[in-house]
Structures are given as C-alpha cells and as structure tokens.
C-alpha cells in the first residue's frame, strides 16, 4: 500500500537524509517539505497526507505546538510521527499506538517499521482511539513541560575533548557568536551542543537563568554587580573567574529593574 507523505524538519541534512531513507524503502511518496512548525499546519491542511515526520524540537512553532494547531482548527490529523536528537522521558510517551517516533540519526530498520505501522493503521484505521490517545498524549506532554525543572539538572558542556556533566548551578552564564554556544562556570568553560540559546534554555531553570540580551543567558544567583552604563542602560559583572560584563539589552532593563528593585 501506497502512503502520501510530508517531511517537516528545521536541519536540511535530516530531510535529506529521511527523503533518502524513504525512497530506498519504497511505498512512501513525499508530497513536499517543510522547515518549521508554520510551514507544517499549512502543508498538512492543504496536502492531506497519510503520514507526517515532525521533528520536534523547531524555533518559533515545534512538533507539539504543530499537533494543538491541527486540532484546535479541526483540520483531519494525519498519521504523526516524531523525529528527535533526544531520547528523553516524550520518547517512552510516543509509544503511544495513534503514533511513532524516530531517533536521529536515522535507521533505515526503524524507518521500515514505522512505514509498515502506517501501513496496517490505513487498513484498519481506528480514528476515534487515536484521536483519544493523542489527545492523551498532548495532555501528559504538557504536563510534564508544566513542571518546574529541578535546579540540580545536569548540562552537557564540551571541554578540552571530554564531555562533562554539568551542574546548571554552577552555571554563570552562555553566550552564542556565529553560531556556537560557549557556558562558562568559575572552573570550566566550554561549549554546548545545543544549537541555539533557546533550545539551552529548555534544559534551564527558568526561575534562575534569564535572557538579559539575545547573545547570553545569565544565571541570576551568579551576578555580582550591576554596572549602571550609559543613556540609562545597565551591565551584569559576574562572578566567573575573568568578571566578565555582559550587557543588558534595552528590551531587557524592566526585567532588570524588577529583579533587583532598581
């Protein structure tokens, strides 16, 4: 049996990589391809496909955010399956029979499986159960991300070829230039996989670490001084080994000031 298909991926390389994967299998057309959650809603409401890779994790609209639009505009949900660098506690979620999920890189095996899965769900489709499980699955995901993150979670930060285990206390503060994230502690200092500072924000306390300029991520309990600057605006001096002064952007000085009463 023959399924329509859209692949829905920020990364260019795993689209590409997945399109490949497909075609070698066979039985799968690809009907286009989208790059964001945005792109998605629309390309499902005019396609219809069968099936839908969603990566999850997407700037501005992600995987989840993709599904709530979907029903929150009644438009007829296609077969979903999630497509993740992160095995995580969503994965054991996405057991969830109404869909599937594929951890990057990707196997062709999986890929067979999830295929065939979608397969046997057309002959025998199920609409109302599924549409029960993910409407279960929306509620669990949201619960789970409703929950403070523990202050005493661990970041994974490249230094000196080892891969150390941080904890996100100890954490100062991270910044991005040209593309790379450097997190810098009082002993260490070294890069993140991460690949944007929102994305390192979700493994972040949001009650500790504030984004105090679009170039870094502070942690609030590691500002040793505020610098009045000038025409009204401010820097942070941390307590990292080099004191480092990061500004404070001017979208930012209200957050500032309500921090620290200013």
Known sequence: MSLTALIIDDEPLA?????????????VEVLAQGTNGIEAVELIRTHKPDLVFLDVQMPGLDGFGVLKKLLDRKVPMPQV??????????????????????????DRKRVMQTIEKAQARLVTPAESASDAKLD??????????QVPKASSGKVIVRA??????????EICFASIEEGTISVV???????????TLEELMDQLDPETFWR???????????IREVVPWFKSSYQLRMDDAQKTEIPVSRAQTKRLRELFNL
């Open 212 to 222: 105090a300029h679009r170039s870094y991520v502070v942690n609030i309990q590691h």
């Open 15 to 27: 689209r590409q990589e997945l399109q490949y994967l497909l075609e070698r299998t066979g039985g």
């Open 185 to 195: 502690t009082r002993t260490v200092e070294g890069h993140s996989n991460c690949r």
């Open 136 to 145: 279960a699955l929306l509620r669990l995901v949201e619960e789970q991300t």
């Open 160 to 169: 000196q070829s080892r891969l150390l285990l941080v904890d996100q206390r």
């Open 81 to 106: 399956v999630f497509a993740t660098a992160f095995n995580q506690y969503a994965v054991r979620a996405f057991e969830v029979n109404a869909i599937d999920y594929l951890l990057k890189p990707f």
